[in-house]
């Protein structure tokens, strides 16, 4: 595996929904796992912080989708970087992976709540013929847009404080709708109130606890 710890170029900063943005940068060589995550700070600055993976692991540069949260350290310093300014990039990490034990011929469900929809949108464009089951939960109707790039008829949007997606409510109530086979392999994805009340969900519809995969963002 072919690690970075360097700076690269900044290739774009694009908005997306309500407060995100898609950075993309250089990459420099760096082999990775879909569903991996890089840490990122702006040079000159000490802190860095943990960021999915977005792009799939053919495409030619490096791309993740980020929250500007209020008063946010790292967050905010990003969102400001234009093409051309320099990144830091280390990684990658993380174990939230497509490996063939967890996938082959198993009912895949995808949850993830906000930006945590990013190592699916990796998992989808580096395996287009994956078959899965995605809820997304958002709160405003602006931040379906981080939803694209999926297929419609695989999607479950969840729209909690405004009317609008597929369903509205939290992502976790719509879960309790579904019928849920025990052979599913579920993957986790982003604030970690969702993710303890789904895997609680999920146990109890008796899918085994090592068959649940989590990222927890915050
Ligand atoms: C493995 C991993 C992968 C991650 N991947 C992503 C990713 O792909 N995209 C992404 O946007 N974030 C991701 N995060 C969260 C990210 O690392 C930062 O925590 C986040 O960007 C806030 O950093 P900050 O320095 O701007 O805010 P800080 O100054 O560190 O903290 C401000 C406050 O914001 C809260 N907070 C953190 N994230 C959010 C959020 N999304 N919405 C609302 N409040 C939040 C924190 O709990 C804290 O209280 C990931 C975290 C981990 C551990």
């Not at 495409?59 to 209020?70: F, H, I, P, R, S």
């Amino acid at each position: 595996m072919q690690a970075l710890s360097s700076d690269v170029r900044v290739l774009a900063n694009q908005r997306l929904g309500s407060g995100c943005f898609l950075l993309s940068f250089e990459r420099a060589g760096l082999v990775f796992q879909t569903g991996q995550y890089l840490s990122l700070r702006v040079p000159g600055s000490r802190e860095q912080r943990e960021y999915s993976i977005y792009s799939g692991e053919a495409e030619a540069q490096l791309t993740v989708l980020v929250k500007e949260v209020d008063g946010g350290l790292v967050s905010q310093r990003l969102a400001g970087l234009l093409p051309g300014d320099l990144i830091h990039v280390d990684g990658p990490f993380g174990y939230f992976t497509l490996e063939p034990a967890r996938v082959t011929g198993k009912p895949l469900l995808f949850l993830a709540t906000g930006t945590g929809i990013s190592p699916f949108h990796s998992f989808v464009a580096t395996r287009p013929d994956l078959e899965y089951t995605l809820l997304h939960g958002v709160r405003e109707v602006a931040d379906l847009a981080l939803s694209c790039g999926f297929a419609p008829g695989r999607v479950i949007t969840c729209v909690s404080r405004e009317n609008g997606g597929t369903f509205h409510g939290r992502l976790t109530k719509r879960l309790v709708t579904m019928p849920i086979s025990p052979e599913t392999h579920a993957f986790l994805c982003g604030n970690c109130d969702m993710i303890y009340e789904a895997f609680d969900l999920l146990r109890a519809e008796g899918v085994s606890s090592d068959q649940i995969y989590t990222e927890v963002y915050f």
